[in-house]
């Protein structure tokens, strides 16, 4: 994604995360408890905030460093909570159980994300102090 495309995404995940977050505390909490998925839910609520706080991050870092790997990791990261959050949100929703295989590759998609933003900082200049 691009710089503004990382910023505009993270702006919309953010305000989906707290809907998404404030529906499953009051309206399903029951549903969830009595399920056992509450922790489940919570686990896919806090992930989706920390990389979409990574998003708006990359998104920043975008305005002065136009690189491909930054735009490659933003999109690694959303693909990452598609993924891992959203299999979370419809294992709890649903109770496939099959949807916890699925899991782990949107974990895959968040380590990738990050080692993609790891490449991007490594092509900065040393900064002579």
Do not use: D
């Not at 009595?34 to 706080?53: C, D, N, P, S, V």
């Not at 709890?92 to 949107?106: D, N, Q, Y």
């Amino acid at each position: 994604m691009n710089q503004k495309q990382s910023l505009l995404t993270a702006a919309l995940l953010g305000a989906l995360t707290v809907m998404i977050g404030a529906f499953g505390a009051h309206a399903l909490r029951p549903s969830l408890e009595a399920a056992g998925r509450l922790e489940t839910f919570e686990t896919a609520i806090k992930y989706q905030m920390y990389h979409t706080l990574t998003i708006f991050l990359i998104g920043l870092l975008q305005l002065h460093l136009p690189l491909k790997q930054l735009r490659t990791a933003s999109l690694l990261l959303l693909l990452g909570i598609v993924v891992f959050s959203g299999s979370l949100y419809v294992l709890c929703l649903s109770g496939i159980t099959v949807l916890g295989a699925v899991t782990p590759f949107g974990g895959v998609l968040f380590i990738a994300g990050w080692l993609y933003l790891f490449l991007a900082i490594s092509k900065l200049p040393l900064q002579k102090q």
